[in-house]
């Protein structure tokens, strides 16, 4: 089954406690990133990879870092997580080629930052 | 001009009704067009791509203005079930997707 996995589902951390969030895909995708969700605001692109070794700033980069050393990880690390990082999160993937390729999410990641 | 705008609602509406939601986009760039669903608290999926012809899918009807840089979902005979939260989506020739904040349907019964 073509899916995007992400764990954990849900986090409970405090402030200053490096984390990482895990993303997996098993479709071969190419492209893969992250996004964040918040009341009001939508989804907003944290990060992005066209490939492996490759990524690239989206929209809300700062305070999240990402590696890209296989094709199927794209993991999102938090060096110090802060309260405004409380946030939903989407890691989602799909394939480079024709533009109305169909982008895969994760089941998100529910994350809180006391 | 947000990048993606879409009607704020929320739309609440009898089951049976016909709704239309409206989006714009302001990057007369952008190369694809998606419609997404997203239920409570859950990821986003993909209920239509939008062509400039414009598009049916069952009781779905899409539509694109490249030339206003609008883009349209009809829903006809709505049901219970399509109540969520209706995204207008826009990918860049980079690929990067652009989401609009949604708007809310509830249909009732």
């Known amino acids: 089954e073509a899916q995007v996995t992400q764990n954990p589902r849900y986090l409970i951390t405090v402030t200053g406690k490096k984390l990482t969030v895990t993303c997996s895909q098993n479709?071969?995708?190419?492209?893969m990133s992250w996004y964040r969700q918040d009341p009001g605001l939508g989804l907003r692109q944290i990060y992005y990879s066209m490939n492996v070794e490759v990524t690239d700033k989206g929209d809300v980069p700062e305070g999240y870092k990402v590696s890209r050393k296989e094709k199927r990880n794209f993991p999102l690390i938090l060096e110090s997580p802060s309260p405004n990082q409380t946030s939903l999160y989407f890691c989602?993937?799909?394939?480079?080629?024709?533009?109305?390729?169909?982008?895969?999410f994760g089941p998100g990641t529910r994350l809180t930052v006391l | 001009r947000k990048e993606v705008e879409q009607d704020p609602g929320p739309f609440n509406v009898p089951e049976g009704a016909t709704v239309a939601f409206n989006c714009t986009y302001s990057n007369s760039a952008s190369q694809s067009f998606f419609w997404y669903r997203q239920d409570c608290r859950k990821e986003p999926k993909l209920l239509m791509s939008?062509?400039?012809s414009g598009n049916e899918d069952g009781r779905f009807t899409a539509q694109l203005n490249r030339a206003s840089q609008y883009i349209s979902l009809l829903i006809r005979d709505s049901k219970l079930s399509d109540s969520a939260t209706y995204l207008c989506v826009v990918r860049g020739s980079n690929y990067k997707l652009t989401f609009g904040k949604g708007t809310l349907l509830t249909v009732n019964p």
């Open positions: 939008v062509y400039s």
């Open positions: 989602a993937s799909h394939r480079q080629g024709a533009s109305t390729d169909t982008q895969y």
């Open positions: 479709m071969n995708h190419e492209y």
